[in-house]
C-alpha cells in the first residue's frame, strides 16, 4: 500500500498538433491539482504545452521534454507508480525494462483516444500482458457509456462557469456589445473545404453573425473584417482555460478532434465537431456512433456529415434548427456531469491495484 501521492508519469507523442498534448496536460493538471499526484508530463513536442499552458512552469505538473534516444540504463527508483502512455504512444524499452525491476509493479495503462462506438465499454481496462516481462498493460477508455472511464471535467468548473463575465470577454478581445439578433459562432477546425462557401452564406444571412477565430493569423481592422452581415474576428490562440470562456460567449462552437470536442459538450451550446480524418473514411463511424447517442443527433447529423466531407453544408436549414438544439445540448452535458469524470475513475482504478 502507497502510504502517500502516487507519483506518476505521462508519455504523450504529438500527432494532432494540440490535440494529444490538449488531453495530457489536461489529465496532468486534474491529478496533481485535485488528488495531490506527483505528476511528470513526458512530452516530444513541448510547444504545444507551451501555448495551451503559458503558465505551466509554476506547477503543479513538472513538463518534461521526451529525450530521443532515451537515457539507459534507466533505474526502476526513476519510474512511476502509476504510467500511462497516452494513445498508444509506445514507451522507451529502457523505461519498461526498468519498470520490471520495481519490488511494486507500475499500473501501466494506455489511455486511448474517445470514442461512442459501442465496442469501447466492453474494452475498457482489459489487461495485455507483456510477452517477454513481468509487466502487464491495461486499457483505459474515455467514453460516453457509464461503463468507460467517462470524460476529462474539473471539479471547479460550474464555478467558474457562474463566474463568467461575458461583456468583460468581449470589451478585452476588442468585441462591440452583443446586438438583441446577433450570432456569435466560434471557429476552430481543420483546414476544410467547405468554410468559403459557408462564410459565404453567413455574409448573406438575414442577421448579423459575428465569427471568432481563436489561433487566427489574419490581421484584420479593430471591430473586425465585415462582409454582408457576417463580421470576422481573429483571436490569439486561448490557452485551455480561456478557451472554455470563448464557448461560454458564442451561440454556436465549430471544434475539433477531442478535447474541444468534449469541452463543448460541457458549454451546453450548440456545436459542430470537425472529427480528425482517418483513412478510408474510418473516422466516419466514429462520428455516427456519437450521433446516434446524443439527443440532437438526427437534426445534426446532415450538417455535420457535410461539414466532414459529406456534401454541402447548408446553413439555411441548420440555423433554422439552432433554437431547438438549445435544450437537448443542455440535457446532454447535465446527463454526462453527472456522471464521475475521467480523472476520478483513472484514480480509483489505479488507488485498487495499487494496494
Known amino acids: 500500500m502507497i502510504n502517500k501521492p502516487p507519483r506518476c508519469d505521462i508519455f504523450c507523442a504529438v500527432v494532432d498538433n494540440y490535440g494529444d498534448a490538449g488531453v495530457c496536460w489536461r489529465l496532468a493538471r486534474q491529478l496533481a491539482a485535485e488528488y495531490g499526484w506527483r505528476v511528470r508530463l513526458w512530452i516530444d513536442d513541448l510547444a504545444p504545452v507551451r501555448q495551451l499552458a503559458p503558465d505551466h512552469a509554476a506547477g503543479p505538473v513538472e513538463v518534461r521534454a521526451w529525450p530521443t534516444p532515451w537515457p539507459a540504463p534507466w533505474l526502476a527508483a526513476d519510474t512511476a507508480d502509476v504510467v500511462i502512455e ?32 459501442s465496442w469501447v465499454a466492453g474494452c475498457h481496462g482489459l489487461s495485455s500482458p507483456d510477452p517477454r516481462l513481468p509487466l502487464v498493460k491495461q486499457f483505459f477508455f474515455p467514453g460516453f457509456d457509464p461503463r468507460t472511464g467517462g470524460l476529462l ?42 468554410l468559403p462557401e459557408l462564410m459565404r452564406a453567413w455574409a ?21 473584417n465585415r462582409t454582408g452581415n457576417l463580421s470576422a474576428h ?22 475539433r478532434g477531442e478535447d474541444s ?54 446553413w ?17 452535458a447535465m ?15 489505479c488507488i485498487e491495484r495499487l494496494k
Open 204 to 224: 448573406a444571412s438575414k442577421h448579423p453573425i459575428r465569427l471568432l477565430r481563436p489561433g487566427s493569423s489574419e490581421t484584420v481592422p479593430l471591430g473586425g
Open 86 to 117: 497516452a494513445f498508444a504512444c509506445a514507451l522507451p524499452p529502457a523505461y519498461i525494462g526498468a519498470m520490471a525491476t520495481r519490488t511494486r509493479p507500475s499500473v501501466w495503462l494506455n489511455l486511448e483516444y474517445l470514442s461512442a462506438e
Open 153 to 194: 471535467r474539473e471539479r471547479n468548473y460550474d464555478e467558474r462557469r457562474k463566474a463568467f463575465d461575458e461583456s468583460a470577454f468581449r470589451a478585452e478581445f476588442g468585441l462591440p456589445p452583443r446586438s438583441t439578433d446577433e450570432l456569435t459562432i466560434s471557429l476552430f477546425s481543420y483546414p476544410n473545404p467547405a
Open 261 to 314: 470536442f468534449v469541452r463543448a459538450q460541457w458549454a451546453a451550446k450548440p456545436f459542430v465537431w470537425h472529427i480528425y480524418p482517418q483513412a478510408d473514411d474510418a473516422h466516419m463511424a466514429k462520428l455516427d456512433a456519437f450521433l446516434a447517442i446524443h439527443p440532437a443527433g438526427p437534426q445534426l447529423r446532415d450538417f455535420w456529415h457535410a461539414w466532414n466531407g459529406k456534401g454541402t453544408p447548408d
Open 234 to 255: 481573429p483571436l490569439p490562440f486561448l490557452p485551455q482555460s480561456r478557451y472554455d470562456e470563448l464557448l461560454w460567449a458564442c451561440d454556436l462552437n465549430f471544434v
Open 335 to 349: 446527463t454526462l456531469a453527472a456522471r464521475p469524470d475521467l480523472a476520478s475513475r483513472l484514480v480509483q482504478f
Open 316 to 332: 439555411a436549414d441548420f440555423a433554422a434548427r439552432l433554437p431547438g438544439l438549445k435544450a437537448p445540448m443542455r440535457h446532454w
